[in-house]
C-alpha cells in the first residue's frame, strides 16, 4: 500500500548541512510523497536552499521557543503521515518508503522509527557507546517482529532513556490529530512525545535499518542544552514518570555518560 507523506525539514538560522539534508531527501518527493521547509527565522539561506531542493517553505511567525515550531512543522501538509526531518541529518534514499511500509504491519502503527548511525564534522562516527545501548534496548523491546502493541511498552522501551532517534520517526497524525509537543519541555520534547503517545491503545513499529545520519557538533541545539542543565533538570523529570526518586536519581547518573559524546 501507498501512503502519503509529509518530510518536513524543521530549519533555523543558517546551518550549513541543510544543503545536504535537503539532497538526501529530494530524491524521495514523488508518489504521495512531498517535501517541506518550516521556519521561523525565513533569511536568504532557507529560502536558496528550500528553492533548490523543490522543496516548499513555510514560516511560522510565532517565535515561542522550539515547542512552538516543531507543532507548527506538524501542522504542515495533509498527508497521514509526517516526520519532523533535522536539518543537520542525512537520509537514506528509502527512507520514507520503508519507514511508511512498517505501517502496514497492524491497521493502528501510531508511529514508527528506525535504526540511525552518527555523523561528525569530520563524517562518520564509529560506534558510540550511547548507540551502542540504545540499539540493545531497541532489540530487546522489538526483537524480531518489528512492532509491539500497548502501554505496555512505555516503561520497557522508554524507562531507560530515549533510544529513538527524533528526525528518524514517522507519525500517524491521522490516529492523533490532537497531537502536540509539550511546551514545558525544551531538550526532552521527543522523549515526552513517544512516551505520551505510547499511552494510547495501539502499536508502535521499528525499522532495524539505520536510515538516518544523525550528525553531532557543539554548535548543536542539544550541546547548548547540556551546557546549561537544562537537558539534566529534564532527564531526571522524564525517569521520575517510570521510577521512585532514589532509581531514577541512579539511572540518570549512568544515562549522563552519554553526554560525553555529543562533541
Known sequence: MTRAVDLVVCAHGRSPYLDRCLASL??????????????????????????QYRAQCVVNS??????????????????????LC?????????FSKRIAAAFDLAPDVLFA????????????RAISLN??????LVSRVFKASGIQFGPSIRRRLLGWGNPLSCPSVMINRALVPDFQFDRNFSSNLDWDAWERL??????????????????VHKQSATT??????????EDILMLRRFWPMPIAWLLFQAYRLAYRGND
Open 26 to 51: 529530494e530524491p524521495q518527493v514523488g508518489e504521495g510523497v512531498a517535501l517541506w521547509v518550516s521556519t521561523s527565522t525565513p533569511n536568504s539561506h532557507i529560502l536558496r536552499a528550500a528553492t
Open 62 to 83: 510565532k517565535h515561542e521557543g522550539i515547542a512552538s515550531d516543531w507543532n507548527f512543522a506538524l501542522s504542515v501538509g495533509a498527508a497521514p503521515l509526517v516526520v
Open 86 to 94: 533535522h536539518q543537520d541529518d542525512e537520509y537514506a534514499p528509502t
Open 113 to 124: 522509527a528506525c535504526d540511525h548511525t552518527e555523523l561528525s564534522t569530520l563524517g562518520p
Open 131 to 136: 548507540l551502542k545501548i540504545k540499539r540493545l
Open 198 to 215: 505510547a499511552r494510547r491503545p495501539g502499536y508502535i513499529a521499528f525499522v532495524t535499518e539505520a536510515l538516518v545520519a544523525h550528525r
Open 224 to 233: 547548548e542544552l547540556i551546557a546549561n542543565s537544562i537537558r539534566q533538570a
